[in-house]
């Protein structure tokens, strides 16, 4: 395992359900979002958080 990267915040605790877990790794995975042979979650949600809120906003609203 690497070094801790700095400037980094845990990120406890969140509970959703098994699948959601797994589906966001193959998400990670199949977008190059890698460590190791798993997911880089870590670097997967960052970038997520960069991508712009309204686009975010209209994907999400519209899938429910």
């Avoid at 690497?2 to 980094?8: A, C, D, I, S």
């Avoid at 605790?13 to 979002?33: F, H, N, S």
């Amino acid at each position: 395992m690497g070094r801790r990267k700095l400037n980094r915040v845990p990120f406890p605790g969140c509970k959703v359900k098994p699948e959601t877990l797994d589906l966001i790794r193959q998400t990670a995975v199949e977008l190059g979002y890698t460590y190791g042979d798993g997911a880089a979650l870590g670097e997967f949600l960052d970038r997520i958080a960069t991508v712009d809120r309204d686009l975010l906003k209209l994907v999400f609203s519209k899938s429910n």
